[in-house]
């Protein structure tokens, strides 16, 4: 079983998908390249939640079937053409400034324990300490806020 290879460390790893990857691996990668091309399609969004997790290299339960966003207040909100964009305020350091706007893993993680599910916030949280991805300060800080 191979896995899929790091988004964050290569222009180009965003596009990769080997054949021999899994069907969980290969929906992973999808759905980045998905969650991507929607924040670039709703300029002033940005890659949250579950979608998110995927994109930081977080390990979750399973893959959602709607991508992911974030709205600021006053942009519109709601689902359409396979994206769920919802209303959150973020700061300026809670973003990744990648292809396209990210929520950092400490932010995503606190997203997904607030309104993800149960399962991909002890998932993530987990695969996310275990791999340095998060740090015990990230975490103990998103809890203070």
């Known amino acids: 079983m191979t896995t899929p290879p790091a988004p964050l460390d290569e222009d180009d790893a ?4 080997d054949d021999d990857f899994d069907e969980f691996a290969r929906m992973r990668v999808m759905h980045v ?17 579950t979608s998110a997790a995927l994109v930081n290299r977080l390990d ?30 973020l700061d300026h350091e809670e973003l990744l400034h990648l292809r396209v706007p ?3 893993p400490g932010r995503t993680w606190m997203d997904l324990t607030r309104r993800g599910s149960l399962a991909d916030a002890l998932v993530a949280g987990d ?8 740090r015990p300060d990230d975490v103990a800080g998103s809890v203070e806020r």
């Open 14 to 17: 965003f596009a990769h998908v």
């Open 102 to 104: 990210v929520t950092t």
């Open 33 to 49: 390249h998905r969650a991507i091309a929607a924040a670039q399609r709703n300029r002033g969004t940005s890659i949250a939640y």
């Open 127 to 134: 695969s996310g300490l275990r791999r340095g991805i998060l």
């Open 60 to 89: 979750v339960a399973s893959v959602p079937s709607l991508v992911q966003l974030a709205a600021p207040p006053g942009q519109w909100t709601g689902r359409r053409s396979g994206i769920d964009i919802r209303r959150l305020a």
